[in-house]
């Protein structure tokens, strides 16, 4: 069983940066991926990013590549995204998730576990 508690969420700006936090508690095994995911209001959930707990691989959406960077601290267990250049359709309830094997890790309904969720809001 594995533990995800997200914060850093909050108002922003166009073109601000922020950056999201999520600690990690319970066993983490070889094959983990540690992902960033987002649900805007009407929408579907959607892939962010993700990052290989042990390996450090990772993975962007088009729409983020460039603007956000996922990554991992494994002595903190704490997997970050640091979110620049921020624009309103950024606006979504933020998620971290976890998939317990490296595959499939771009479909929302494939991890296994997941946080509670943390907002952030980009204004125009």
């Known amino acids: 069983q594995v533990q995800l508690v997200e914060s850093g969420g909050g108002l922003v700006q166009a073109g601000d940066s922020l950056r999201l936090s999520c600690a990690v508690s319970?066993?983490?095994?070889?094959?983990?991926?540690m992902g960033w995911l987002r649900q805007a209001p009407g929408k579907e959930r959607e892939f962010v990013a993700a990052?290989?707990?042990?390996?450090?691989?990772?993975l962007y959406a088009d729409s983020v590549k460039g603007r956000f960077t996922i990554s991992r601290d494994t002595g903190k267990n704490t997997v970050y995204l640091q979110m620049n250049s921020l624009k309103p359709e950024d606006t979504a309830a933020y998620y971290c998730a976890v998939r317990r094997q490296p595959s499939n890790i771009v479909i929302p309904g494939s991890y296994d576990y997941w946080g509670q969720g943390t907002q952030v809001t980009v204004s125009s």
């Open positions: 990052v290989g707990w042990y390996d450090g691989g990772t």
């Open positions: 319970g066993r983490i095994f070889i094959g983990y991926v």
